[in-house]
């Protein structure tokens, strides 16, 4: 059984910074592509960023690009997000996304190439 479980949300003005976080549990997770994923009120789920197992490779949504940054600690079983220069359009509920396959830069922001998901962790960013 794999667990993922995110935290660090909150409300934060606008231009602020917030950090997440998501532990994985239950399997290895060094094999794992790890993504996040978000979605605002009334809107669909999106794709955001994501990291190859190894974290060499990493991706963004243009619409995050340059200012979040996603990093991953094999060690610690843990992914991360850095999100900068927050903006109010940046809210969301932030949802942290594994599978235990590589995905292909083609099929990176997929949300059904995703196995394993968390329950979500609230972003609130105020103007």
């Known amino acids: 059984q794999v667990q993922l479980v995110e935290s660090g949300g909150g409300l934060v003005q606008a231009g602020g910074s917030l950090r997440l976080s998501c532990v994985v549990s239950?399997?290895?997770?060094?094999?794992?592509?790890m993504g996040w994923f978000r979605q605002a009120p009334g809107k669909e789920r999106e794709f955001a960023a994501a990291?190859?197992?190894?974290?060499?490779?990493?991706y963004y949504a243009d619409s995050v690009k340059g200012r979040f940054t996603i990093s991953r600690d094999n060690a610690k079983n843990t992914m991360y997000l850095q999100m900068n220069s927050l903006k109010p359009e940046d809210t969301a509920l932030y949802y942290c996304?594994?599978?235990?396959?590589?995905?292909?830069?083609?099929?990176?922001?997929?949300?059904?190439?995703?196995?394993?998901w968390g329950q979500g962790t609230q972003v609130t960013v105020s103007s």
């Open positions: 239950g399997r290895t997770f060094t094999s794992y592509t």
């Open positions: 996304a594994a599978d235990a396959t590589t995905i292909s830069d083609y099929y990176i922001g997929a949300m059904g190439k995703y196995d394993y």
């Open positions: 990291i190859s197992w190894r974290g060499g490779r990493t």
